[in-house]
Structure formats: structure tokens, C-alpha cells
């Protein structure tokens, strides 16, 4: 029997395909989950990155995923804008969030033509841009940042130069969720640059990589409150984070829903693992290889869209 649509898993995600990927150098220094060397050509790096997202666009859509798919021409020599997730957030009730971006090059991801569809595809009562904090420093770079749940009304955040506490305050303060920050730290001791490479948070599980949490007591107290609101904790290895394991995002087709993460990263679960998810999602592998070069994999790819599609008679001119 198909899992009932649910807040915390959309039916609709905006994706970017690039012309002319490859990954970003000003994000390396902080990013460890990054490739800075590669013995590909450039323009091969660039193709097959082109030809992963239109493939897993298709995938998607296949299984009932509704697909806003934009090209990135490579005019706004933007590396890293495959992954629109982290400029940009949409919530139930019609409202939208731009982010502060913490690389410069980052902040070129945004633009009017994603904001522009979704307006006119769904019902936006207003968009909330924070973007102005990066001229003072601060920045926020959306559900990569921060891991919502949408049901909890809260906001877990691992602690990065990627996530300002007084910008996490704010939007947490316009937003109506409660924030959850934490410190992290890997094996060589260098922070999570976002939250979502570490945590998941689906409707009834939440998969996460809770060894990188520093202080014990916080630890027990993030799996506690993903307990409390009924989800099973699926505790994820230091190898099955560095496979992008956590990178996920549950989403709903047309026969329930789906969680979509890398084949790398699906490769990655014990059959156990795979057993609680499979509880209540299908699990959907996208095999994105030359994306996750940049540091990221599926769920830095999907932009999930959170809000209520307009009728015919809205959409209608006035």
C-alpha cells in the first residue's frame, strides 16, 4: 500500500542542469567532501555532468516527481549552481527564502527566472530575502545549512561558516521552526560544511551520521528529539557519510513515497538500514558520480517545492 503524501516529502523539485561543471575551487578549502583533482578533460567533466542531471530529471519524473528543470549556460560562471537547494527554500502557506551565500561565486546562483516559475506555477504569498546579510558577513545557505523538518518545526543546524547563528535566528524567528545547532567535526577534525551531508530527516526515519556531533550530550539529545516525533534513527557509518548516505531526500510520486540519494550512496546501506527505509519509501538511486566531485550529491541537487500549485483559473490572466 502506498505511503500517504506527507509535509516533510514534496511532490515537485527544481533542478539546474549545467553546461559547464566542474568543481568549484573557491569552496574546496572548506568543503571535505570535495575532489580537487581529477584526471578528466575538462569538456568530458562538463558533459557527463550535463547528461547525470538530465538523466536523473527523467528518473524522477518517471516516478511521478514533478521536475522544474533550468540550464545553467555558464554564463554566470556559477561551478556549484547544480546545487540550487542552498540559495533558495519553499514552505507551506506560499512563502519562499533567498539565502546569503558564503562563497562569492555562490551568490550568482541566484536568479529571477526560478522565483519568477514558481510564482507563477505555485501559490507564493512572499519571499523573504536574506541576501543582504552577506554584506555583513553572515550567511545561511539553505537546507544545505540547516535540515528541516517540516512536521517538527525544526531547524537542525551543524555549526559552519556556512551557517550564521543570528541568521539561522531570523529565519527561524519568520519561518516559525525551532533551531537545533550543533558542532560537528570528521576524523581530521574539520567541520561538516552543511548539515545535509550528515543528516536526513524523512517522515518516519531520519538517517544520520550522529558520530560527527562533538559534545555526547547533544548528540543524545538530536537522535531524542527526531525520536520524539515518532521517526526510527538509522545511525549512518563514517564510510557510509563519506558514500554521501546522509545526502538524501524523501519526496513523493505517483505510487507513495521515494527517497532519492546517489547510487554511490545507496551502494553504501546494510540490508538493515535498507529494511527501516523501505518501511515506508522506495528507495531511488541516481547514479550522479561526476556531480558528487563537487562535494555534493542528490539531495544538494533537488530543491524541493513545498508549496500549492495554482488552478487553471489562477494561473489565468486578470
Not at 518545526?153 to 555549526?159: D, F, N
Amino acid at each position: 500500500m502506498p505511503s500517504p503524501a506527507s509535509a516533510q516529502a514534496p511532490s515537485a523539485v527544481v533542478m539546474v542542469r549545467p553546461h559547464r561543471f566542474h568543481p568549484n575551487p573557491d569552496t574546496a578549502h572548506d568543503n571535505a567532501f570535495q575532489s580537487v583533482t581529477t584526471n578528466a578533460a575538462p569538456d568530458d567533466i562538463a558533459r557527463q555532468a550535463y547528461t547525470e542531471v538530465t538523466q536523473a530529471a527523467a528518473q524522477l519524473e518517471a516516478a511521478g516527481v514533478r521536475v522544474h528543470l533550468f540550464d545553467d549556460l555558464g554564463e554566470r560562471h556559477a561551478p556549484d549552481a547544480v546545487f540550487p537547494n542552498n540559495w533558495f527554500s519553499t514552505h507551506a502557506g506560499g512563502h519562499v527564502a533567498v539565502y546569503p551565500m558564503y562563497a562569492q561565486s555562490r551568490r550568482r546562483e541566484r536568479r529571477s527566472d526560478v522565483l519568477d516559475l514558481l510564482k507563477t506555477e505555485y501559490r507564493v504569498q512572499d519571499v523573504i530575502d536574506y541576501s543582504g546579510l552577506e554584506a555583513d558577513g553572515m550567511f545561511l545557505e539553505g537546507t544545505g545549512a540547516m535540515v528541516l523538518d517540516h512536521i517538527g518545526r525544526i531547524a537542525y543546524t551543524a555549526q559552519s561558516n556556512r551557517a550564521d547563528p543570528v541568521a539561522l535566528e531570523r529565519f527561524c524567528t519568520h519561518f516559525n521552526y525551532e533551531p537545533m545547532a550543533f558542532a560537528t567535526a570528521d576524523a581530521q577534525g574539520r567541520p561538516c560544511y552543511h548539515t545535509n551531508v550528515m543528516l536526513c530527516v524523512a517522515t518516519d526515519f531520519a538517517l544520520g551520521g550522529f558520530h560527527l556531533i562533538t559534545d555526547a550530550a547533544r548528540r543524545d539529545a538530536v537522535r531524542e528529539r527526531l525520536r520524539e516525533t515518532g521517526r526510527d534513527v538509522v545511525e549512518l557509518s563514517a564510510h557510509q557519510i563519506g558514500e554521501f548516505a546522509g545526502n538524501a531526500l524523501e519526496l513523493t510520486g505517483t505510487h507513495g513515497r521515494l527517497l532519492a540519494l546517489s547510487a554511490r550512496a545507496a551502494a553504501s546501506l546494510t540490508a538493515a538500514q535498507k529494511a527501516v527505509i523501505e518501511r515506508s519509501t522506495t528507495l531511488l538511486p541516481l547514479a550522479v558520480p561526476t556531480i558528487e566531485l563537487a562535494g555534493g550529491s542528490v539531495r544538494c541537487m533537488l530543491a524541493g517545492v513545498h508549496l500549492a500549485r495554482r488552478s487553471a483559473v489562477d494561473a489565468r490572466p486578470h
